[in-house]
T-cell receptor
Framework: DQQVKQNSPSLSVQEGRISILNCDYT??????FLWYKKYPAEGPTFLIS?????DKNEDGRFTVFLNKSAKHLSLHIVPSQPGDSAVYFC????????????FGKGTRLHILP | DVKVTQSSRYLVKRTGEKVFLECVQD?????MFWYRQDPGLGLRLIYFSYDVKMKEKGDIPEGYSVSREKKERFSLILESASTNQTSMYLC??????????FGPGTRLTVL
């Protein structure tokens, strides 16, 4: 049973526009959420995170929004750039279990010229 | 900067061979992880370790074993490689700041 779901396998966005990547989760015990970015033939790199006590976290062009009541988070990239083309993984961590992180299946983002 | 290194970037093995994938980290992190990444399946946890000589099964441990003799080194072992173990293997460590740091990955092909 998937606890972290990324329902869009891929997304194409015009360069300069906003990219919105969505993620849903089922376990209300998750207390911390992360987004990772992965280029082909490389390991994932941490992008941005948000604690469950917040509803928004911003870092430059990247903003993550958390809607706890809907068990939904989203990553906004504004403006989208060619280098943003990658696979994005949503991930979640349990409260008091700082060892395991649960990953979604990923969304491949294509930035179109 | 955390550095996580993996012994090989690309590896080709034959069915039935024993395969060792090595991972080394230089930040004294206690927790280390092995994942595999497959298209459409995301990152799946194989095994993890939270201390030397300690290990726990992840979501897909079948066909794999691990070894953690030293804190900085976590090895993944395929006792008898099979074609369905062709995949990208990723090692990661965990910091006290919640994020995991990944190595560059090993793309293993089993023929």
């Amino acid at each position: 049973d998937q606890q972290v779901k990324q329902n869009s396998p891929s997304l194409s966005v015009q360069e300069g526009r906003i990219s919105i990547l969505n993620c849903d989760y089922t376990n209300s015990m998750f207390d911390y959420f992360l987004w990772y970015k992965k280029y082909p033939a490389e390991g994932p790199t941490f992008l941005i995170s948000i604690s469950s006590i917040k509803d928004k976290n911003e870092d430059g062009r990247f903003t993550v929004f958390l809607n706890k009541s809907a068990k939904h988070l989203s990553l906004h990239i504004v403006p989208s750039q060619p280098g943003d083309s990658a696979v994005y993984f949503c991930a979640a961590r349990w409260a008091n279990r700082d060892d395991k992180i649960i990953f979604g299946k990923g969304t491949r983002l294509h930035i179109l010229p | 900067d955390v550095k996580v290194t993996q012994s090989s970037r690309y590896l080709v093995k034959r069915t039935g061979e024993k395969v060792f994938l090595e991972c080394v980290q230089d930040m004294d992190h206690e927790n280390m992880f092995w994942y595999r990444q497959d298209p459409g399946l995301g990152l799946r946890l194989i095994y993890f370790s939270y201390d030397v000589k300690m290990k726990e099964k992840g979501d897909i441990p079948e066909g794999y074993s691990v070894s953690r003799e030293k804190k900085e080194r976590f090895s993944l072992i395929l006792e008898s490689a099979s074609t369905n173990q062709t995949s990208m293997y990723l090692c990661a460590t965990h910091s006290s700041y919640n994020e995991q740091f990944f190595g560059p990955g090993t793309r293993l092909t089993v023929l």
